[in-house]
């Protein structure tokens, strides 16, 4: 997708909520990696709205507790960022033109 746009690894942000998933592969990738730390709030002990997630979700409960246990095992990756609110972004991230 990178080269499709036309544009350089460093020119890239990408925002995601899974250090596993978002993070790792946006480090892997060499663009700027932003851990949504506001997307995982769900994982918080006593949440009611964790419970609920696990109660509409398709996933059975081994695959919640797999996902779980993939984000306590990836404690170790190190994003360049982390927000609590998207909009946050602009506060760190200059947004310009290619050819500004």
């Known amino acids: 997708m990178i080269n499709q746009l ?5 020119e890239c942000v ?7 998933k978002d993070v790792e592969m946006a480090l892997e990738a060499g663009v ?4 949504a730390r506001y997307g995982t709030t ?3 002990d006593g949440d ?11 996933w059975t409960d081994e695959d919640v507790a797999r996902e779980k246990l993939i984000k306590d095992n990836s404690k170790h990756l190190k ?7 998207f909009d946050e972004l602009l506060d760190i991230i200059n947004f310009r033109k290619k050819n500004e």
């Open 79 to 85: 994003p360049d960022y982390v927000i609590d609110r």
């Open 6 to 10: 036309n544009v350089s690894p460093e």
């Open 42 to 44: 769900h994982f918080a």
């Open 14 to 20: 990408y925002v995601g909520d899974s250090e596993m």
């Open 32 to 35: 700027t990696a932003v851990f």
């Open 48 to 58: 009611d709205r964790y419970e609920l997630l696990k109660a509409v979700t398709h």
